[in-house]
C-alpha cells in the first residue's frame, strides 16, 4: 500500500502551518517526521487522519483520497496522537471496548480483537486500571492499542515517544518492528532523534511548514563533498599522532575525545585508508580506526535554522 502526500496546503488565517509538501512512503516502511515545533508535523498528520481538512492538496491511500472519502480513508489510517485524552472513569478495557464497536466490531469478534490487541500492547495486567492512573508509558500504549483495533495498514504516530521512561521506549521500539515486519505503512514523528535513527527506513524533515529535505538516512546525509568521520586510538604516542593529524592535508577538523581522536577526512574511504597506512608506516601502534557515520540528530542539526 502506497501513501502519497500531495501538494499539502494549510492556512490558519493569514499563517500558514503547511506549505505545499508532497512526499510518500509505502507498506513495510517506517518514516521519521522530522522538525522543531511549530513546522507543521502535527497539522499534516492530524490531515492524514482525517482529523483537519487542507485548505488544498491531498493526500491518497493508493487511489483512495482522504479529501473526497474522508470516511472510507478513516477505515485504512490508525492515528497515535501525541497525548491520550483524558477519561477520569474509564478502564483500559472499556475504553478499548468502545473503540471497538465504535469501528464496527461485534460479538465474539469484538472481544477476540480487543483481548488480542491488549495481548500484543501487553495491557492484560492493566485492563481493569481507569486510563487516569496509568503512567505515561502505558497511556501511550493504550493509544497505540486503539489505533489498532480495527488493523489499519497505515499508522500515523504523532511523538508517542515523548515522557517515555528507557524501558518503555525499548518496548515502543520493538513493537514499530513487529508492526513494519506486518507490512504496516508508518510515518511517526519524535523529537528523540537517535531513536529514529534505529528504527527509520528514511525521513522527512520539515521546517516552517516546508520540507527541507527527504530520503533514506544515508541519501540525506551525504555532504556535498565527501566527508568521513573517524576515531582512532593508539597505545603509543598519541600526542604526536595528534600533532601530526593536525598537518594532514586532507583532514578538515580534528578533536580529541579522551583517548581517542576524532578526525573529519576530506575524500574517499581510499583516502581513510591510506591514512591508516601512514599512521602504522610511521609507527603508531593503532588499535582503533572506526568510521562514524552520520545520525538523524546530526543531519536534522545541519539541515533546519531553527526558525519556527
Request: hydrophobic fraction near 40%; charged fraction near 25%.
Amino acid at each position: 500500500m502506497q501513501v502519497n502526500i500531495l501538494n499539502l496546503t494549510k492556512n490558519f488565517g493569514a499563517a500558514r502551518a503547511v506549505d505545499d509538501i508532497s512526499f510518500s512512503f509505502s507498506s513495510g516502511e517506517i518514516i521519521g517526521f522530522v522538525g522543531p515545533n511549530g513546522a507543521g508535523k502535527t497539522t499534516t498528520m492530524r490531515i492524514l487522519a482525517t482529523l483537519d481538512e487542507p485548505t488544498s492538496g491531498d493526500a491518497k491511500i493508493d487511489d483512495l483520497s482522504i479529501v473526497e472519502l474522508p470516511e472510507k480513508a478513516r477505515q485504512l489510517v490508525g492515528y497515535v496522537p501525541d497525548a491520550l485524552p483524558m477519561h477520569r472513569d474509564i478502564s483500559v478495557h472499556e475504553y478499548l471496548d468502545f473503540f471497538a464497536r465504535a469501528y464496527g466490531l461485534v460479538g465474539p469478534q469484538r472481544r477476540r480483537v480487543v483481548e488480542n490487541v491488549e495481548e500484543f500492547t501487553n495491557l492484560i495486567t492493566i485492563r481493569e486500571k481507569t486510563l487516569h492512573a496509568l503512567s505515561k508509558g502505558m497511556k501511550q500504549r493504550v493509544s497505540l492499542a486503539r489505533s489498532l483495533l480495527h488493523d489499519p495498514p497505515v499508522l500515523v504516530m504523532d511523538e508517542p515517544a515523548a515522557g517515555l521512561d528507557p524501558r518503555a521506549r525499548v518496548e515502543l521500539r520493538e513493537l514499530l518492528r513487529i508492526l513494519s515486519s506486518q507490512e504496516k505503512a508508518i510515518l511517526i514523528s519524535s523529537h528523540i532523534l537517535t531513536e529514529l535513527s534505529e528504527i527509520c527506513d528514511g525521513a522527512v524533515i520539515i521546517e516552517q511548514g516546508r520540507i527541507i529535505t527527504l530520503g533514506t538516512l544515508q541519501d540525506i546525509a551525504k555532504p556535498e563533498i565527501e566527508q568521513h568521520t573517524v576515531l582512532i586510538r593508539a597505545l603509543n604516542r598519541q600526542d604526536d599522532m595528534y600533532n601530526s593529524l593536525l598537518l594532514h592535508p586532507n583532514i578538515a577538523a580534528t578533536n580529541r575525545l579522551g583517548d581517542q581522536i576524532e578526525v573529519k577526512i576530506n575524500g574517499s574511504e581510499e583516502v581513510c585508508s591510506d591514512l591508516l597506512d601512514n599512521l602504522v608506516r610511521d609507527g603508531y601502534r593503532i588499535v582503533e580506526f572506526k568510521q562514524q557515520g552520520s545520525d538523524l540528530e546530526t543531519v536534522f542539526m545541519n539541515v533546519t535554522k531553527g526558525e519556527e
